[in-house]
């Protein structure tokens, strides 16, 4: 079956310590996004790539970094300067960046703490 | 900022009965989109109207568009406790622009009691 997988499930970061999460999608689409999640809210854009090796920045890009080297993969790094890291974090991916009324496609989430 | 909000943050109703979900935002769309999220786990997406339609139906789904007072509502018939999830407004195009890029209410969180 097509999808997004997100790895790890649950990840811890001790202070001063960089922390990479993991997504992964075998649905050949073209964009792919990041978001976090805090609790009782919505969610907030970190960064998007609108195809491979591209990446913009969200709405909340700082102490966050991202890479975009493969189509289906597109890791988050989480940096020591990010000092409220704890959250859940979603990676979602959709056909094509520029095409209006294409729904996004969500794995089920990373959930990082600070240890 | 938020685009979208949602209204009301919370609902409890029995299986059976009907759920009424509303979404206003601020700026002209193209779409809107409803998702639902269920607890620990990641959006789903469940319906999508274009801004020059009106009303929307995926089976016990009814969504409708009014884009002269910027809000959508997301009707829910015949409820099921497996109904039980936050749901999701999000729209794409702050204003024309940013094409791909959605932005994410608030949500509403709906209990369905059995």
């Known amino acids: 079956d097509g999808g997004i997988t997100q790895s790890p499930k649950y990840l811890f970061r001790k202070e001063g310590q960089n922390v990479t999460l993991s997504c992964e999608q075998n649905?050949?689409?073209?964009?792919m996004y990041w978001y976090r999640q805090d609790p009782g809210q919505g969610l907030r854009l970190i960064y998007y790539s609108q195809i491979v090796n591209d990446f913009q920045k969200g709405d909340i890009a700082e102490g966050y970094s991202v890479s975009r080297e493969k189509k289906e993969s597109f890791p988050l790094t989480v940096t020591s300067a990010q000092k409220n890291p704890t959250a859940f974090y979603l990676c979602?991916?959709?056909?094509?960046?520029?095409?209006?009324?294409?729904?996004?496609?969500f794995g089920d989430g990373t959930r990082l703490s600070i240890l | 900022s938020q685009q979208g909000e949602e209204d009301p943050q919370a609902l409890s109703i029995q299986e059976g009965e009907n759920a009424t979900m509303n979404c206003s935002y601020k700026?002209?769309?193209?779409?809107l989109q409803w998702y639902r999220q269920n607890s620990g786990r990641g959006l789903v997406h469940l319906i999508l109207?274009?801004?020059?339609?009106r009303e929307k139906h995926s089976g016990r789904l009814r969504v409708t568009l009014d884009t002269s007072k910027k809000s959508s509502s997301l009707l829910i018939t015949a409820s099921r406790a497996a109904d039980t999830a936050s749901y999701f407004c999000?729209?794409?195009?702050?204003?024309?622009?940013?094409?791909?890029?959605?932005?994410f209410g608030q949500g509403t969180i709906l209990t369905v009691h059995p």
């Open positions: 109207i274009r801004s020059n339609e």
């Open positions: 649905l050949n689409h073209d964009a």
């Open positions: 700026t002209s769309i193209n779409n």
């Open positions: 979602a991916s959709s056909i094509s960046w520029g095409w209006s009324n294409q729904p996004q496609h």
């Open positions: 999000a729209t794409d195009g702050d204003g024309g622009t940013s094409y791909g890029k959605l932005t």
